[in-house]
């Protein structure tokens, strides 16, 4: 089973485009190293306030992954807080 979580973010802090990669970069970095997950930017740098960030775990269970992604979610809203940052909307899909 496959776990995808998108997290959506709006970076209020972000003066340019570099401010913006700083805050995705350390909260991919961050995600990547806590959990053993794989983490990508899904959408194009077109807004410098904006950020689609995907989440990819892989497991036999399900209810592993619920809680994996739950964990990730917040891990996530956490950083993203201490960025200036928050993350607007969250959605999980399981494949």
């Known amino acids: 089973m496959l776990a995808l979580l998108t997290l959506e973010l709006r970076i209020e802090a972000a003066q340019s485009l570099k401010d ?10 961050r ?3 806590s959990f053993n997950v794989s983490v990508a930017e899904m959408e194009p740098a077109t807004l410098w306030n904006q950020a689609t ?23 996530a809203t956490r950083i993203a807080n ?6 607007s909307d969250a959605d999980l899909e399981f494949i």
């Open 20 to 29: 913006r990669r700083q805050v995705v970069r350390s909260l991919k970095d």
């Open 31 to 33: 995600l990547r190293a």
């Open 53 to 75: 960030i995907g989440v990819v775990a892989i497991s036999s269970s399900r209810g592993y992954l619920e809680g994996l992604m739950d964990k990730v979610e917040r891990a």
């Open 82 to 87: 201490n960025h200036g940052a928050e993350v």
